[in-house]
């Protein structure tokens, strides 16, 4: 069982309506991401956390992802309003550091009607 | 930037028989290399990684892979397959003394264990 929790497992909406997820990293762990993957690839990058603070979101659609980590312990990343294009499995991460090996979550299945 | 390839998006194997994933990556620095396996359904789980030394890493689950920078490939192997191991399995790449730890992911391989 993954040590990085993550919740809801799956979730269905229509477009247009608002959808959340949250993260909680392992115990300790200063550095959370947020990754996209898309049914037969890879995962992407959307978001990085350094404690608290961004380090990368390059990759992130800030029109309508919103991502935080208040207390720089657990994360909650944000679509709306929720586009057809957003299904997909969204994996949270977290490590000691950087260069350090990551450990994933078992992810949230988000499917928009 | 960083690239990884995997060549293969499918490598079928019958039980018992040995196997080779392919994974070539492409970068003008130094890079970390992983290894993940995913489950339908699940996240990934890291298999091993190459960080320095030895370019023969050994993982879990009786998996290793080769290091060849020559060749800038890192193909995972195992000697003896079970139906168990049926999975995707994604290489990737992070950047050695960069800003970020921000991994690239190949397309995956999806291996399927046949009985």
């Known amino acids: 069982e993954a040590e990085v929790a993550q919740s809801p497992r799956y979730k269905i909406t229509e477009k247009s309506q608002a959808v959340a997820f949250w993260c909680d990293p392992i115990?300790?762990?200063?550095?959370l991401y947020w990754y996209r993957q898309i049914l037969g690839q890879g995962p992407e990058l959307l978001v990085q956390?350094?404690?608290?603070?961004?380090?990368?979101d390059s990759q992130l659609p800030k029109d309508r992802f919103s991502a935080e980590r208040l207390k720089g312990v657990d994360s909650t990343l944000k679509i709306q309003p929720a586009e057809l294009g957003d299904s997909a499995m969204y994996l949270c991460?977290?490590?000691f550091g950087v260069g350090q090996p990551q450990h994933f979550g078992d992810g949230t299945r988000l499917s928009i009607l | 930037a960083q690239s990884v390839t995997q060549l293969d998006s499918q490598v079928p194997v019958f039980e018992e028989a040995p196997v080779e994933l392919r994974c070539n990556y492409s970068?003008?620095?130094?890079?970390?290399l992983f290894w993940y396996v995913q489950y339908p359904n699940q996240g990934l789980q890291l298999l091993l990684k190459y960080l320095s030394g030895s370019t023969l890493v050994k993982g879990i689950n009786g998996f290793e892979a080769e290091f060849n920078k020559s060749q800038t490939s890192f193909h995972l192997r195992k000697p003896s397959v079970h139906i168990s191991d049926t999975a995707e399995y994604f290489c990737?790449?992070?950047?050695?003394?960069?800003?970020?730890?921000?991994?690239?992911f190949g397309t995956g391989t999806l291996l399927a264990v046949q009985p």
């Open positions: 990737a790449v992070i950047t050695v003394g960069g800003a970020t730890n921000k991994l690239i």
């Open positions: 115990s300790g762990h200063a550095t």
């Open positions: 956390f350094q404690d608290e603070s961004v380090v990368d």
């Open positions: 991460a977290s490590s």
């Open positions: 970068s003008s620095v130094s890079v970390y």
